[in-house]
Structures are given as C-alpha cells and as structure tokens.
C-alpha cells in the first residue's frame, strides 16, 4: 500500500487533502477557455430536431411560392362585386375551379368567377375570393351577396417568408416549428454542429458492473447509468467503459489511448479523483497532460479534477454518487454543452420560491443542497433535505431539485427567495 | 366539384362554417374521457431514461450492503483512542490493509489497526476510521493524534437505501439519478409505461414531401417534420403516412387500415379538417366512428376535430402549419401524454412576466398569441407578434413563445403579469 507523502505535488497529509481548493467560478471559467465548440457536419433536416445549428438560414425563394386561396368560395374580380349585398348581389358565371395542386388554367373574364378551395392559386384575372357562404349557387349561376376589396382571402405570394430574409441564426437549437419552415424552404441538408463523444470511464475495485446484484464488499455502478442520461440530455454521445481496476499502469495506458483517439472529444474519470492510495486519476492526468484543477470549494464535489491530455479536455469526477452528480451538473455539463454549442446553462427549469428552513453553509465554500418543494404556509416552499453524505444517492431521487448557495454567503435565512432547479423530467 | 350543401351534417353554409363550436376545455377533457393510459412493458432500466415507471420501487436489500469507510485511514476500535490528541498520540500496530473490493479478512485485536481506503469494508473487530491526516506512519508502527467516537468516518450499511423502503412511485418519469438508484438495486429490467405508436397522416392535393423545393402550384409538407418531433418530445413513437391525395375513397380506406391496426394507438390527420368542399377527415371519421368534436372555439386552430373509431383515438389537425401547431399544442399534445402516462401539462418552460402591448380577444375563443421576449422599460417583458395568419409559420420560429388569453375575457392590458411558455428548447 502506498500511503501518500509529501512528494506528491497535490496533496498535503497535514491539510484537509488539499493544498487549495479552486473556486467554482474559476473552474468554470477555465473550462470555457479550454473547450471550444465541436465543428460542423451535415445532417438531414428531418433528423435536426434538437440539433444546433452551423449556419444561419437565409430564405431564398418566397413560401407560399404562389398567391392561393384563404378561404373556400369563389375567385374573381373585387371591383365588380362593389355595391353587392344581401338583398341586392352580382350575378357571375362559374368557368371552372381551381383546387390544391390543381390550378384553373384559363384567364377570368369580367362577369366570370371560379370555384376555388382553401390553398388552391388564384386565376390570372381574379384579385378576390368571396366566401362561399356569401354566395348562392344555381347550376354555373353565382349570386355573390357581399362586396369584397381587391386582396380579400389572398395568401399573397411570399407572406409566410419573402426571399432574402434571414430566418435563423447560427448557434439556434432547431424546435419543431423549425423543421417545418426549413421544409417549406426546400432545404433537406443543414450544416449543424456535431456531437461530441464523450468518454466515460469508470474506476474502482470494489465497483460491479451497472444493474448487477450487490456482493459482499462490492456494488453495483450508480454513477456510469446516471452520466450516460446526463451526456445524452446535453446533447453528447457517451462511449462507455468500465468498471476498471485501481491498476495504476492500466488505468494511465487506458486513459492515454482515449486522449490519443481522435473520435473522443472529451474524457470523464469517474473514482478515484481525490488524494488517496488508490486516487491515480490526478496524477495520471498531470504525468500525460495538464492537472489544471484539483480539488473545489464545492460540497459535496469537493475531489474534482479539470485538466488537458493534449487538447482533449479531462474531468475527473468523485466516485460517491452524490458528489459525482454535482460534479457534473457543475462541470460536466458545462464541458459538454460547450462543445455541443449549447447555452453552458443548465437545462434543469427553474421556479422562484421561498425558503421554508435556514440553510447554513461556510463562506469561501459553494453548497449544492438538495431540495423538495412541499406546500407551506405562503403556498409551495422549499425544504432542504437533510441528507448528510456524499453517498446518499436515494436523497436526490427524493429531491424536487437543488439550491446554491455561492461561496460568498454563510447560507441563506428561511423566508429567503430563491431559485429552485428542478429535476423533474417535463 | 362538390360545394357542401345543407345535408352536410356538420357544415352550415349560412354561419361560419361549424354550427356549434366547442371549448377548448370541454375537447380537453373529452380527451381525458376517451384517452387511457397505455399498458406497461419490460425494459432494460439502462435504457430507462425519460420513461414512465408502471411499477412503484420497494428496495429489497441495503445500499451500500456492507458497512465501509468513508476517509481514507486507519480502521481501529474507537475507545482505544479516547484521550489521543497531537501530543499525547496512541500507537497502534499497522496488521494489514482493507482496500475497496478486496476486505481485510482477519480480526483486529487490542492495539492493531487496519490501513484503510474510502469504499473498503471495515474489518471485523473495528468501529471507527481515523483519517490519515491526524496519523504518523513508520513502517507498521501508526501514531494516531486524534480521539474518534464509534462509527466515525463509517458509511453503516443501509445508509443510502434501508430495505423495504418505497424508493419511487408508478409514474414517474425516471430521471439520470433514479437510473443510478436502480443500478445500485441490482434492478436490470423494470416495468413502464409502453410509447404510444402515433399515426401522423398528412392529406391534401397541393402539399409535396417534405424538404422538396415547392413548385408552382404545390408546396412542401411543413407539418409532419413538425408533428413527428413534437410527438417524439411527448414520448411517442410517430409512424409517418404522407402526403395523400384528397380522393374521399382512399382516404377513408386509409384511416380505416390504421384504425383497424392494433399497433396504432392513436390517429393524427392533417389538413382537409375544416368544412370545406375538399374537407373529407370530418366525414370519413363520422362515417367510420364517431365525430365526437368539429370546430374549437381557438384561435387559430378552429377547425380542429375529435372522434374515435372504434377505441382509436382521431384528431383532426388543420392544414394551415400555425393552426397544426397550436392544434397539437391543445390537444395532440395531450393525447400523446396522456396515452403515455405523462402529465397532460405543457412540456414548455414557463416564465412571468409582463406584457408590453395590449392583446385583444373575443369573448367565448381562446387565442394562442405567439410573442418575443425583449427588454423593455422594466426590464424583459413580452411582445405579441403581429402576424395575422394561421399560414404564417415564420411567426412561431421567431417568437420566443406564446400566451393564451382564455375564452371569458376580451384581451389582456399593457402591464398584465402573464405566464409565457417558451419555445426553447433548454
């Protein structure tokens, strides 16, 4: 057994672990300094729903590309309807009608109209369509009871988009009702930006593989199920390994091909990220590449790693599970949507809320304090849960979400308003 | 040409189209009449992310199921330190190591200790873990210069998860940290909710597929690129069927072959819903089942319409792509959430806040008003879009969301206090 000594570059046996302790803030910033977005590549539109995109959209030709129909009724000219009401209407001829997809062919004359649908293109000669419940038809005789201005039930040519007209911007993530312009534009290509491959490895002896039972002194992997969903949500693609031996020699070779693979964009160690004997994430990381960061003033993430093997970004995430969310949730997270394009913010949807109990913290330290929302006496309040350890995973399954308090405050008062993130799934 | 007469059952040539029109309330909660809640089925819980649990989960056994260190030390008995500090320390003899997954199998006697790492099994015969940092090591010889209590630095078997407990309820949607949980239960296979299979069929003579460049007298389906990611975001599993010809034969064929197919548990038609002489959904659907709602009191999705063919739920989306939207919005959105065991709520991010410009309504509809989120003199406030049509999809790719101004009232003032839902995507 190799208990640590005062050799090792990081940690300090006379201290708390560690020599200090970077800010959040710090570490976040260092990770947007040092990740920068993935590049683009093609994809098919029907497939670019919740993508980013690499290129703004600039219309190039008119939706509708053609004047049509708004209403059922009858195309014709409106200035021969002026003076047509109820009691005294126009009488036209109906020549033929124009359906969707399915234009009217011939020019309208004055005293003729056409029948025509909803969606269908106007008839040269015709600038109206009067609806058909203002009409009343005997055979191809039209009496029209309204009058109707030039223009009237037109979708004009263009007024859904004209061309030239700059409809999306770079970096948007694509919704739904995007899909669909893009699709009325005629474009089944977009330039988006790529997904980045994020390497997950797992580590630690006493770690069986996910969903297995539980041995005597082993258990099962929480963190490897719970990060693989938190890469997805954000717009990553995990690649999966583990779980690995505490092997030092392993561990280096493993990590070092995934840092030399060109497909990986990013790799999370997961264990074995503090200052103990069997912690050789850190010094793996600081022997191949850079240790920028080791150890944050974040409970409960407190032995979390950022550093760079080339230019591939490493975090080094705390095995217990509670800290290992935390640790993604502040930093993970942020490296991921970085290189996915996407709003570093989290994606958890928030509410304001009153406090319902104090929350007390220490200063120089942030607190990422789990929560339930349950009614109180001014309506729904916010409950820190009383969970002491990093390992109490169970607490944030019974969580409503999580509050921060910044390292600038020793905690909050109850009665505080503050803003809950919420883990519930919309 | 056939232009409806008086013996439509439903179109009515002298009003606006529908004789009656439904609330938006009363079609919501016919939907939750008719709609049931899919049946469940087994899955791998690694791919249980955003699935709805049909079974509650009772733990059956302990997390972690041995008790371990929770510091990295020396595992002792606790009452052999009472009294150590810096200068007075205790010696103990080193006899061993417990190291995560690989425990100390012999008993620790008066005066020995064990080196100890976070996550090993505590050796028989301790209670307590002194951190290595109040400890001096010189070959087996420990000096320990602390006092600790029993249990100390311990993680007691149970801590996370006590068996018997009821860890999560039937319907929830299972998120990254509950997967972790279940990883850590040994659970491989769980029981959810089924994804309702969605016939999205997109009718009308004058709609190309989508993403083709529109020609002179079609245009690109803009809707289904749209319905699909919207069902696929509700947890549905969209089957794509279009664009079809407005032939009333084929048509009806058609919808009979999915309604009469067991895999299709509900039938999303678009266009040809309204009243006109191309309108055949409302027909077909009447003809085949029952057309239990034609016409919404909803600005802009009126001709909207609801029926059921045999237990299949239908509805009857309009063709206009804005009308599509908040169509889905009201009601297809519910239909899919409610067959898939979800809350009926929007999935959209709200947010309060106030509104910059009046909004005005007619008594007895409800309006679905898309608006842009801006600074305004009082810091963000809400701009409705002033975009007419039910055709102007542009509209809703440059709103930032929407507000709804319910059927009792005319509008809303400048200055009202409102809830946006927004169209970002998180």
Redesign the interface.
Known sequence: ?S?PSDKSPIYD?????FRCRSTVANLQALIMNHVAQMSSENCD??DG??RVLAQSIISE?P????D?A?M?GFALKANETFGSDYYTPTIFTMIG?S?????FSGIVKTGEAV?I?????IPDGTDAVVP??FTE?NDDQIKVRESVTPGRHI?KTG???MPG?Q??NEGR????????????L???QISVIKKPKIAILIT????LP?????????????????????V??DGGVPFFIGPV??IPEILASMISELANDPKIDAIFINGGS?????DYAPSILASQGQLLVHGVALRPASPTGFGLIGSTPVLLLP?N?VSC?CAYDFFGCRIVRQLSGR?P?????KKQMQLAQKVSSVLGRMDYVRVQIRNGPNGEMVYPLAVG?A????G??RADGFIVVPDDLEGYPEGTELTVWC????
């Open positions: 057994m208990i046996p006379r201290g708390k672990g539109t029907r729903f919740r030709k939706i509708p590309p053609f049509r708004a059922d009608q359906r969707p997809g399915l234009a029948a649908a909803t969606g269908a293109p058909v419940e038809i979708g007024e859904d988009v007209i409809l999306m993530v694509l919704r739904p009702q995007d899909l669909g312009l893009l699709s009325g005629g474009l089944s630690g002896n006493e770690i996910a969903f297995e039972s539980g041995s005597e002194h082993k258990i099962a992997d929480m963190n490897s199920p719970m990060l693989i969903s938190l997805e949500r031996w505490d503090s200052t103990g004997p069997e095995g599970p969310l709003n913010e989290w994606p958890y949807p350890g390992s109490i995973l169970s944030t399954t883990y519930d799934i919309p």
